[in-house]
């Protein structure tokens, strides 16, 4: 049987061993979903960048260029880390350049593994079931919240541990905590989650809108993933 | 209103402000349930140690030496890490100097503390009760294991969080998540941890009896607290 463990930040990741596995990473909050609404909605790819100058060197060679940081959109970039901008952008045919916070991070650190896919509840299914039709064995990656634990990351990884269990061995604690507190939860995602910090920090600025987007699920059936250090569909 | 974070795995510590708060050590299978049970009986110290050579450098001094490593007693020392040594240990009134694999370390990481408790589901009621009449903000510190994230010192966790909330701020992500884990499982603790991976590691030691010794709640009313390096009671 394949297995499935959960690494719960990109702080951790030092205790994953990635080599031949299939890598997902998840920022719920807004990473990841902006990405894989960008990549439904048509953009070409996203190429992910740890820092904010390689993202601008990226704008200045045409690239739609993302830059987030603590939450905000930062000055002189065409856009911030809201999937409803991404939909704008993908109206445009051109490439996008991003880097955020926490989940462009957590991609770099999964480099070690064999692929690695962009996971949000806005693909929950489609994830579930590539991971299902694939042979390899799978880490969750968590991009957390500037290196500590989060909520909304790790209930899409329990809610994907609650989706593969039969066909995985849920391999570490961290499968079986995540799995039993999304079965907890599921029904009240939204009410469950407001109580997050991080969900209280976005609260403040304004985006409820992205919130109730991402905390939506399978709004697309995409699995983005990074070839060559970049984002396109599988 | 006071707060409570809790800290996943000693890994994480550097992401926890300990400054002026109350730490709460947890390695429920097994060191910190060896401590509680080990205070409760009556030994009068336990002195926590990181390396096994100090550890020994006690033993030459009269102490009893408890030392395990990966689960299991190190050769050439009196005791391991079973609740039930620490009972023997109890009736010879000696001190006691002891190194486990994780919850040693777990509290030797939590030092910038201005108090270091040692809790356990056997004094569950005990640390409650103990943290809603003090006035600092608290962090429960997990002790993991080698460094990763464990299903028991979590749940453990989340039941402090459980009995604490209305009184106190459920400060970060994990209290809230350890929380809702607790409650879905308190009322099949055994049958939930069995399926962890160090229940199954420890399950192949023979140790059975140590585990349900360890899970079953509020056997002692101590409070055990580090001062000067000592395990004490409060």
């Known amino acids: 049987m394949k297995n499935l463990s959960i690494c719960l930040t990109p702080e951790l990741i030092h205790l994953s061993d990635l080599k031949g596995k299939v890598a997902v990473v998840i920022d719920v909050l807004r990473a990841t979903t902006c990405m894989v609404t960008g990549m439904a909605e048509g953009i070409p790819s996203i190429t992910p960048v740890a820092q904010v100058e390689e993202c601008k060197a990226l704008q200045a060679k045409g690239y739609i260029a993302a830059a987030e940081r603590g939450g905000k959109k930062v000055d002189g970039f065409d856009m911030g880390n809201s999937p409803f901008d991404y939909m704008e952008a993908a109206k445009t045919g051109k490439k996008v350049a991003a880097t955020t916070t926490n989940g462009t991070l957590a991609i770099s650190k999964s480099a070690a593994a064999d692929e690695i896919l962009i996971g949000a509840f806005v693909n929950l299914d489609a994830i579930i079931s590539y991971l299902k039709a694939q042979e390899k064995d799978v880490v969750m990656v968590a991009a957390g919240w500037q290196g500590n634990f989060n909520l909304e990351d790790s209930l899409f990884a329990g809610a994907v541990a609650a989706g593969l269990e039969g066909e995985f061995e849920l391999e570490d604690d961290a499968a079986l ?36 987007f991402a905390l939506t699920l399978n709004t697309y059936k995409v699995v983005p993933m990074v070839i060559n250090g970049e984002i396109v569909l599988a």
Chains 1, 2 share one sequence.
Do not use: C, P, W
């Open 177 to 212: 905590a995540t799995k039993v507190m999304y079965q907890a939860v599921k029904n009240d995602l939204a009410g469950f989650l407001a109580q997050s910090a991080h969900a209280k920090r976005l609260a403040k600025m304004d985006i409820q809108k992205d919130i109730d």
